[in-house]
């Protein structure tokens, strides 16, 4: 079973691809996170966010929680532009309804844009070769 204390699970593709890590904080209420879960959960999913997020060339994207701090992984092929494909996301169907559906639960400004949300990190560590 996949867990935090078992890992998950990464899938594998026959291409070179690229990673995107971000952050961004949740209102520090354990009911609101709570909610906020679930609106990310499998039964409450929107297939039209997911099949927008792969519209725009995203092969995979995954959040991650702890307390209050999202931290999201976006996998990509190496061509992939970023500002690009957040353009092309924010104009797409039910993107700016999905938006607002969530930002009551996040630390940002009202009507912020995903890509003005979500804010991007630094790698600052790796295995190196």
Known sequence: MED???GYKSKHYDFPTKRY???LD????????KEYKKRHGQEC????IGEGIKS???????IY???NRLFMI???PLDFDWDTAFSRLAGLPRQAEWE????????AAPGASSAEKWQLMERIFHVYE
């Open 4 to 6: 935090k204390k078992n």
């Open 21 to 23: 890590c971000q952050t």
């Open 26 to 33: 949740l209102k520090d209420d354990p009911e609101l996170i």
């Open 45 to 48: 999913y929107w297939p039209e």
């Open 56 to 62: 725009v060339g995203i092969l995979e994207m995954e």
């Open 65 to 67: 929680l702890c307390g």
């Open 74 to 76: 976006v996998e990509t």
């Open 100 to 107: 607002e559906y969530m930002s009551v639960f996040q630390q």
